[in-house]
């Protein structure tokens, strides 16, 4: 295990003052427990195949939500094909390693998902959703490169960590907040 | 700044302590550092010493090109280069604090970097660009070199934030924040 179960106040707290609903808890704690129970390579790449599915669906739903203006809804549309350009890659390392990758998210992240969504209204709350998803999965790719050991997954995982930094501060900029407020980017502050 | 080629004296890099806190550290992150302290002499603690030096020489030039460009810079991106430049100040204080927590002496700074000519404020942002480039693609180069977990965690948010700076960067320079899935840097 290579971290500590989030608790579902911590998440929410996460979307940076926004208020965000309940239900918006169980999506924003499973990103950033994906690697909670992972021990060794192969089980971290398949909780990065889980996080990064769960990105992908999340900004599909966001853009098909309709509530997103034409800037902000490119955004997540752009986003959201980073998330599966990730998902790409992590399943065929997860592959090089014998692991199958499941060809659909899991059902229950498609439902953590969809609830997450059903309680949150307006553009500034969807970004602002977009963004504690962001910063949770920051948090779990930071755990993740304390973990990993073969250089070319630490390698990938790194480069992913940092492109969610970079989601995480046009995020911020949407929402009228200093893009790099930190000078270290860990997902918990 | 009109010069083919302009020097400068680098700000000191001693800063307040806590760095390491403030990097999101917790508890645990200093346990390592300390327990990593305790096997003394180790060479894979000399091999981190190594890298992290040559990480914190990294920072060390992009405080200076952040200085340097502040001061070619005006209005919102005098304050971009600013902060950034403070940001880049935790980040070598906490590499020159992980290399004195392993019992080793932080490498010094230069008295002065090479900057390029700098003729506009396009200029300066495209050297900006540039440092944070060659940065990124340092930190990839070196996470997996080291053997400390705990620092790899530090270098992968050192990283991501070299990445926002970037971002920030294209975006005042009219290009696309984000063009890449996977964030590279360049040499």
């Known amino acids: 295990m290579i971290a500590a179960p989030l608790t579902r106040r911590d998440a929410l707290r996460r979307a940076g003052g926004v208020a965000l609903a309940a239900s918006a808890a169980p999506m924003l704690v499973g990103v950033r427990d994906a690697f909670a129970a992972a021990r060794g390579d192969e089980q971290i790449l398949r909780g990065a195949v889980r996080l990064e599915q769960g990105l992908v669906v999340t900004y599909r739903t966001l853009v098909a939500s309709g509530d997103l203006d034409a800037r902000a809804g490119a955004l997540a549309r752009h986003f959201g094909d980073q998330e599966q350009q990730h998902l790409d890659v992590v399943s ?8 199958a990758v499941p ?20 553009q500034a709350a969807l970004l602002a959703f977009a963004g504690a998803l962001e910063q949770n999965a920051i948090a779990a790719y930071y755990e993740a490169q304390q973990g990993l050991q073969r250089d070319e997954f630490l390698r990938t995982t790194a480069a992913i960590m940092a492109n969610e930094g970079q989601h995480l501060a046009l995020l911020r900029e949407a929402l009228g907040r200093a893009p790099v407020p930190n000078a270290f980017e860990t997902g918990r502050g | 700044m009109v010069e083919r080629r302009a020097f400068l004296a680098v700000a000191g890099t001693a800063l307040a302590g806590g760095v390491l806190a403030a990097c999101g550290s917790s508890d645990d992150d200093s346990s390592g550092i300390a327990t990593e302290t305790g096997a003394e002499q180790s060479t894979a603690a000399s091999a981190d010493v190594a890298i992290l030096n040559q990480a914190l020489a990294v920072e060390q030039r992009a405080v200076a090109a952040y200085h ?40 010094s700074a230069r008295d002065l970097y090479a900057i390029p000519s700098l003729d506009d404020a396009d200029a300066v942002v495209r050297f900006a660009m ?6 990124i693609a340092q930190y990839l180069d070196l996470i997996p070199k080291l053997s400390s977990q705990n620092l790899r965690g530090t270098f992968a948010s050192i990283l991501a934030v070299e990445a926002e700076h970037l971002a920030v960067l294209r975006e005042q ?15």
Do not use: C, N, W, Y
Not at chain 2, 176 to 187: I, K, L, Y
């Open chain 1, 103 to 122: 060809s659909e998210p899991a059902a229950d992240l498609v439902k953590a998902g969809r609830e997450a969504l059903t309680g949150v209204d307006g």
């Open chain 2, 173 to 187: 320079a009219g290009q696309e924040p984000v063009p890449d899935a996977f964030v590279r840097g360049a040499t």
């Open chain 2, 130 to 135: 540039g440092v944070e480039q060659i940065a």
């Open chain 2, 68 to 107: 340097t460009a502040a001061e070619h810079l005006a209005g919102a991106r005098r304050a971009t280069a600013q902060h950034f430049e403070a940001q880049e100040r935790e980040h070598a204080d906490a590499l020159a604090q992980a290399v004195m927590a392993l019992g080793a002496t932080p490498a």
């Open chain 1, 92 to 99: 065929k390392e997860l592959q090089t390693l014998g692991g």
